[in-house]
């Protein structure tokens, strides 16, 4: 295990992430006192909060007069601490620095405590955007997760995740690598066998009891990651794939557990989050993905019945949609058991509903007609086992020309789509009907300066009999 020492104030961390490049002026470093009246443990009086924060959460009022002391040592008294001065940003970073500390010295008492982490995340809510808050809950919930009980019950839910997930994708690197450093260990907790009577009972009660995010048993905290990074904001899921290759390469966790991890959160994931999904799905199956040994064990895994399965149950939401047929075809890739994979669970049958449900989304209608024109070179026992029809993939053809003349790109995609049907099939007919060769015409006059719209255009033209020079005037 990779996993470093860290103490109370110092670490070293897990391995650095570089500032991902979709982290916004949103995530900008705040002041101290972000989100509540400064204050201080000299005596300075205490005023009402402030609403400079806009909090998700409304606070309690802190009590007038000077701030109270707390007895930094006692669990009882910092919570007590943090509760009392909920809003007072400074005052919460000093509460969540002694937690941090006794987090350190005592992981097992204060993560079963059930009065910490609901308060934890009610500061986090309150002061969002604070860095000082952000790195003492942090660390605190970093400590906590050295007691593998605690890493895999308690802090597997998609709000502490979440937390995490905003971490790394902070202008403030220190925030970004104890964020990837409690992710870590929360996911290598996940992954140690079942070894003693209490931990095996801890891990039953985890897949009795599903948490609200679906994460459960050893893939726990990499479903947890999962679905907190569908969910969210596509900045977490951009780090998704880095922090995938960091694990696997410090040897927190191997390929083939993220794979069925990933797998099972697509089967789980809410309506809601389904693109967030789908477009991680994308990112972790690309050519160049930072992990290049994990897209076949995707494969293997199901998770191209996942996503079509996904995009079944959002077929009414665009974005899904697009986000699920980019999904499909980086996961089919080049590899020949991912096409044999999208064939067995209807995947064309997916696209083909996809263009139909949403004729006026251009860059859906451009992409489902590249991967239609696909298929028909298939061999013919992947084309019967996907149900596979040239017929009505010239019709989506057809009609996405006609919706959308006035695109260059679809225009391009659809010619040399109905050239690749001509060639393989010799279906004139099928192609040639209902006027197709005065809709080529006129999007070439159209487009007279895109080269490969003349191309393919003249190359349809001589297919279906008429004139292969014809040239727009």
């Known amino acids: 295990r990779q996993l470093r020492h860290m103490d109370a104030d110092s670490y070293e961390p897990l391995a650095p992430l570089p500032p991902p490049a979709a982290a916004g002026a949103a995530a900008a470093a705040r002041g101290p006192a972000a989100g509540g009246v400064a204050a201080a443990p000299n005596g300075t009086s205490v005023g009402k909060v402030s609403d400079v924060a806009k909090p998700s959460v409304e606070p309690a009022q802190p009590p007038p007069g ?19 001065y909920e809003g007072v940003s400074v005052e919460c970073a000093r509460a969540l620095r002694a937690l941090s500390s006794l987090a350190y010295a005592d992981a097992q ?5 059930s009065s910490v982490l609901p308060q934890v995340m009610r500061v986090l809510a309150i002061h969002p955007g604070d860095d000082a808050v952000c790195m003492a809950a942090i660390r605190s919930l970093c400590n906590m997760a050295y007691i593998q009980s605690v890493a895999t019950n308690r802090l597997t839910e998609s709000s502490v995740m979440a937390t995490f997930l905003d971490g790394m994708v902070s202008k403030n690197s220190d925030l970004r ?50 679905l907190a990074a569908s969910a969210g904001k596509y900045g977490w899921q951009e780090v998704v794939p880095r922090l995938v290759t960091q694990l696997v390469e410090n040897e927190v966790v191997e390929v083939v557990p993220v794979a069925k991890a990933f797998t099972d959160a697509g089967r789980q994931c809410a309506p809601a989050a389904a693109k967030g999904w789908l477009a991680l799905a994308k990112l972790l199956s690309l050519p160049d993905c930072p992990c290049p040994e994990l897209p076949q064990p995707l494969v293997d895994a199901g998770a191209i019945g996942a996503a079509a399965a996904l995009m079944e149950r959002c077929e009414e939401d665009g974005v899904a949609q697009l986000a699920g047929i980019e999904a499909l075809s980086s996961l089919v890739g080049s590899r020949w058991a991912g096409l ?62 006609a919706q959308h003349g006035g695109n260059a790109e679809l225009q391009i995609a659809a010619l040399e789509g109905l050239n690749k049907y001509l060639e393989k099939t010799r279906c004139i007919e099928e192609v040639g009907t209902d006027g197709l060769g ?6 070439m006059a159209r487009h007279a300066e895109e080269s490969k719209v003349q191309m393919w255009g003249r190359n349809v033209l001589g297919a279906i009999g008429e004139d292969r020079n014809w040239a727009p005037r």
């Not at 000077?66 to 930094?72: E, Q």
């Not at 008492?109 to 405590?113: E, I, L, R």
């Not at 931990?199 to 479903?223: F, I, P, Q, Y």
């Not at 005065?438 to 999007?443: C, E, P, Q, R």
């Open 109 to 113: 008492a204060v993560g079963d405590d």
């Open 177 to 226: 690598i104890k964020s990837s450093e409690a992710i870590a260990r929360i996911v290598a907790a996940s992954q140690v066998g079942l070894e003693g009577g209490e931990l095996a009972a801890s891990v039953a009660a985890k897949d009795a009891a599903v948490t609200a995010n679906g994460a459960s048993g050893e893939l726990g905290g990499l479903c947890a990651l999962f």
């Open 340 to 401: 044999q994979a999208f064939a067995e669970v209807g995947g064309m049958l997916r696209i083909e509903a996809a263009m139909r449900a949403h004729g006026e989304h251009v860059v859906l209608q451009t992409k489902g007609i590249r991967a239609l024109a696909s298929g028909v070179q298939w061999p013919q026992d992947i084309q019967s086992k996907a149900q596979y029809s040239h017929v009505r993939a010239i019709e989506l053809t057809k009609a996405a020309m």
């Open 66 to 84: 000077p701030v109270a002391a707390f007895d930094r040592e006692n669990l009882n008294s910092v919570l007590s601490h943090l509760q009392t």
């Open 438 to 443: 005065g809709l080529v015409k006129a999007m």
